[in-house]
């Protein structure tokens, strides 16, 4: 049977369910989690630098967000097509 009327949340009541169950579930590193050997962090770039050390802090959606500021950053410039093009 449905859901009776005065069973259903409010839309902020399902955000806030929702917000509560992703802090609860925190993600589980999209890599291993290893200490990079000297020439692994040489050969990092500064954004991979900063996304390994908040991996290795267990800040996993930050690593994230730096991943995708390098991968902005690296992505080519778009062209500007000519008026008479």
């Known amino acids: 049977m449905g859901r009776r009327f005065k069973d259903m949340q409010t ?4 955000y806030a369910a929702q917000q509560a169950a992703r802090r609860a579930d925190t993600p589980a590193p999209s890599r291993p989690v290893a200490a990079a050997t000297h020439r692994e962090w040489v050969a990092m770039s500064a954004h991979q630098q ?3 050390l908040a991996r290795l802090d267990g800040r ?7 991943e995708q500021q390098e991968a902005q ?3 080519p410039a778009p062209r500007k097509r000519g008026w008479f093009r």
């Open 73 to 75: 950053a690296t992505a």
């Open 60 to 66: 996993e959606d930050e690593a994230r967000r730096w």
């Open 11 to 14: 839309p902020e009541q399902q």
């Open 50 to 52: 900063a996304a390994h």
